[in-house]
């Protein structure tokens, strides 16, 4: 591939506390532009590497680089300034629900404001255009100023996509983002995800558990399985021997149409 390299994962090991293992010497490259899904099991490390690559854990072992600088244990204002082009989207939306949905978008600019203004919620119009812009991509614009705890599951996540494209992100994370929502608003979600990777040009890496959404979207799959990367290559490939590698011969697969 001749993209440039977004990310670059080495060897990362992660243990938590408990003594568990979620990570085992994972190594992986994550090219600008592209739409990489990573599958597995609940349990296989899929969050945990999630989390990693924008350090909301601190790896055990292992290097991270993003956009070639080593993030692997940078902290503070350091930190701070990377995770301002690193977008994430959560399973539960994580809005706050008694604000509007423009605040919730806005929220999503912190990174970039001083710490007064931003307590005290005074977004320059500038600010305030671009979430309205984010809200069209979105196609929720009319809702912007509705609370949030007033939308549909799907019309909430599409809120915690715009709010993550107020970063201007190279990189989108999603850590299974339509596990919650019922199969037609799942290919609604995902269709976003599609719109801010080709259209906007933001690369993007989502954990997804069903293949017929992994095939329909991805132009990129790993899988994990215990902690370790067990397939890499194309949504084609991964026919019914990988399947049940992947998940286990007593797996079957549901589709999502």
Not at 26 to 36: A, K, N, P, Q, T
Not at 72 to 94: A, D, S
């Amino acid at each position: 591939m001749n993209s440039s390299v977004v990310v670059e994962v080495r060897n990362l090991h992660k243990v938590y506390p408990s003594g568990t293992h979620a990570l085992k010497g994972v190594s992986l490259d994550i090219y600008e532009g592209e739409f990489l899904v990573v599958i597995g099991l609940s349990g296989s490390g899929k969050t945990t590497l999630l989390k990693c690559i924008n350090r909301l854990e601190e790896p055990t072992a292992g290097t991270i680089k993003f956009l070639g600088k080593d993030i692997t244990h940078i902290k503070g204002k350091e930190l701070r300034e990377v995770r301002t082009h690193i977008g994430m989207v959560f399973q539960q939306f994580n809005l706050i629900k008694r604000m509007s949905v423009l605040n919730n978008v806005l929220a999503g600019k912190l990174g970039y404001m001083k710490t007064l203004p931003s307590i005290l919620g005074n977004f320059p119009p500038q600010c305030i255009e671009e979430a309205m812009k984010n809200l069209d991509i979105v196609g929720i614009k009319e809702y912007a100023y509705e609370r949030a705890d007033k939308l549909s599951g799907g019309q909430q996540q599409r809120v915690a996509i715009a709010r993550s494209l107020m970063q201007s992100p190279k990189l989108l994370l999603a850590d299974e983002p339509v596990a919650s929502l019922d199969p037609a608003t799942s290919n609604s979600i995902m269709q976003y995800f599609e719109k801010v990777n080709k259209e906007l040009g933001v690369t993007v890496v989502c954990n997804l558990h069903f293949l017929s959404l992994v095939r329909r979207y991805a132009t990129r799959v790993i899988a994990l399985k215990s902690g370790e990367i067990v397939f890499e290559g194309y949504p084609n490939e991964i026919g019914e021997m990988w399947f049940k590698k992947i998940y286990g011969e007593e797996a079957e697969e549901v589709e999502i149409r």
